[in-house]
């Protein structure tokens, strides 16, 4: 019988978001020696789950709407698995990996905090999602200072419970691009060597604020008739921004090309990145952009302003609105070599990034956690340099809990529609 222990991981489907992708990198760089990992989907198993590596198992629950066996399917399932901790990613999971770890008992609950769908606050659900954590002994983790900080600010979480594993870059896979790459990627994509291409990664969700960019592109368009943008991720309001593109006046020079695997092929073939999201926590796809030494204008959220120092490895937007963010993005186009340098601070602060140093944090993380108080309480290991060491928190104690009580945190949970 395998002694090893198992860390499941649970989301809602592996299809393709940061947090999924950043999962299937960490995955494939976990030494499977110290650690067995299993994928738990609530829903679908998604396009991501035929490239997890052949020693992870993918077991998706299939679960429709907002089930109340949601939670009991979860637990069954990571029992069969033999999980020792379960690690739900972002919170419309949290809910449901907390009532299956009460049911099954015997498994360490970390609740994931990644970012947030629609604003850069913890509203009612995700703060009563939060509680439900803290009440069923989770312990919290988050990807940035920020994050961490708006766990506990908004969302009333311990400090003591919450641990920063921040996201790391794969900085040669992004580096290391050449020219040719650049031309085939923008020629398959119909851009000629004269234009201007601006890009955005990420998920077609309400968050990104791919409008924002829309309208910011549109005013540019007359001054700068050579530009052109291309919109990189999927998701359910695709129309809708194929619409929105259609109604700013510039459907003609925008590209939607969904996922794509060669993302750093992209990256060769842009200008100028962007971000314009109204929430981020730490964005992969800024890591991933500052990496390919590109030109950045993000706007102030999460931990962008970390990431990126203005006028220093790139432009930080303050005022979120289509005038400011045009004026900067014409700013960097008509100034190539300030654009330059900003692009080479950026990458040269991407090499701190480190993604072996993630792994590490990670598997010491459930390492640590597996082992108990003792390890738990010894001496903190060291994250990547710009955050400096760990704070592990000890053992949360998990107060016995009714299966009358449990069944009252379950109809409120379906009630204030926290669980999905």
């Given at each position: 019988m395998n002694s090893t222990p198992v860390i499941a991981h649970v989301l809602h489907s592996l299809d393709g978001g940061g947090t999924e992708r950043t999962l299937l990198a960490l995955l494939r760089a976990f030494d499977p020696s110290r650690l067995r990992h299993v994928v738990v989907p609530l829903r679908e198993a998604g396009s991501l789950a035929s490239r997890l590596p052949d020693h992870v198992a993918c077991r998706p629950i299939r679960a429709?709407?907002?089930?109340r066996f949601t939670s009991l399917a979860l637990g069954r399932t990571l029992r069969r698995a033999g999980a020792s901790v379960v690690h739900a990613r972002n919170s419309g999971t949290w809910v449901d990996s907390a009532l299956a770890c009460l049911l099954e008992g015997r498994m360490n609950l970390v609740l994931g905090h990644h970012g947030l769908d629609l604003h850069d606050r913890f509203d009612r659900r995700a703060r009563l999602r939060a509680k439900i954590g803290v009440w069923a002994g989770g312990r919290f983790t988050a990807v940035s200072r920020s994050a961490r900080?708006?766990?506990?600010?908004?969302?009333?979480?311990?400090?003591?419970?919450?641990?920063?594993?921040a996201n790391g870059i794969e900085f040669a896979r992004f580096a290391e691009t050449s020219p040719s790459v650049r031309?085939?990627?923008?020629e398959g994509i119909g851009i000629r060597p004269d234009d201007i291409l601006v890009g955005i990664v990420g998920s077609l969700s309400p968050v990104k604020r791919h409008e924002l960019l829309f309208d910011a592109v549109a005013a540019l368009a007359s001054r700068t008739p050579n530009i052109k943008?291309?919109?990189a991720g999927d998701g359910p309001f695709r129309s809708d921004l194929e619409r929105a593109a259609k109604t700013a006046g510039i459907a003609e020079r925008t590209r939607f090309i969904g996922w794509i695997d060669d993302v750093p092929a992209l990256l060769a073939a842009l200008d100028l990145f962007v971000c314009c999201s109204a929430a981020e926590g730490m964005s992969n796809a800024v890591l991933e952009a500052m990496a390919a030494g590109l030109p950045i204008v993000a706007t102030a959220v999460g931990e962008n302003a970390h990431l990126i120092r203005d006028g220093i490895e790139g432009c930080i937007l303050t005022d979120p609105r289509p005038a400011f963010l045009s004026a900067t993005m014409e700013h960097l186009i008509r100034n190539p070599r300030a654009a330059r340098r900003l692009g080479e601070a950026a990458r040269d602060r991407a090499r701190t990034f480190d993604f072996a140093s993630a792994v590490a944090a990670y598997e010491s993380y459930y390492e640590r956690i597996v082992a108990g108080d003792a390890s738990l309480r010894s001496a903190p290991s060291t994250m990547q340099q710009p955050y400096g060491p760990i704070a592990y928190p000890p053992t949360c104690a998990r107060p016995p809990r009714s299966a009358a009580a449990m069944r009252r945190v379950s109809r409120i949970s379906r009630r204030q529609g926290v669980a999905h």
């Open positions: 429709k709407g907002k089930s900080e708006q766990l506990h600010q908004q969302a009333r979480v311990p400090l003591q419970r919450i641990t920063i594993l031309q085939a990627f923008r943008l291309v919109i």
